[in-house]
């Protein structure tokens, strides 16, 4: 079956760091460009980040620049977001997605919540 198994996150204070993984199972994790999403109650899902393969491109919303970083190890067919100098806006359930990079299949992986306390 297909999975993106989430992990990582947690209760963390406003300047801390964690590391989110997200890990995929049932399909080709070298095919599929990975996200990450979040999202907090009434609110659609933000693209946080994504990475690419080959070519590992990376991409991040405006407001994580500088203080996340994605990262994929094809080997592990994992994914990981590195999030430091966390604020409390960052508060939010984050989600793994793959999507595939010749067509339109795509997974969602389970919520891991994020809380950043001020």
């Known amino acids: 079956e297909v999975q993106l198994q989430a992990s990582g996150g947690g209760l963390v204070q406003a300047g801390g760091s964690l590391r989110l993984s997200c890990t995929a199972s049932g399909f080709t994790f070298d095919d599929y460009v990975i996200a990450w999403f979040r999202q907090v109650p009434g609110k659609g899902r933000e693209g946080v980040s994504c990475?690419?393969?080959?070519?590992?491109?990376?991409q991040n919303e405006d407001s994580v620049e500088g203080r996340f970083t994605i990262s994929r190890d094809n080997a592990r067919s994992t994914v990981y977001l590195q999030m430091n100098s966390l604020k409390p806006e960052d508060t939010a359930v984050y989600y793994c997605?793959?999507?595939?990079?010749?067509?339109?299949?795509?997974?969602w992986g389970q919520g891991t919540l994020v809380t950043v306390s001020s």
């Open positions: 990475i690419s393969f080959p070519d590992g491109r990376t």
């Open positions: 997605y793959a999507k595939y990079r010749f067509g339109t299949t795509l997974y």
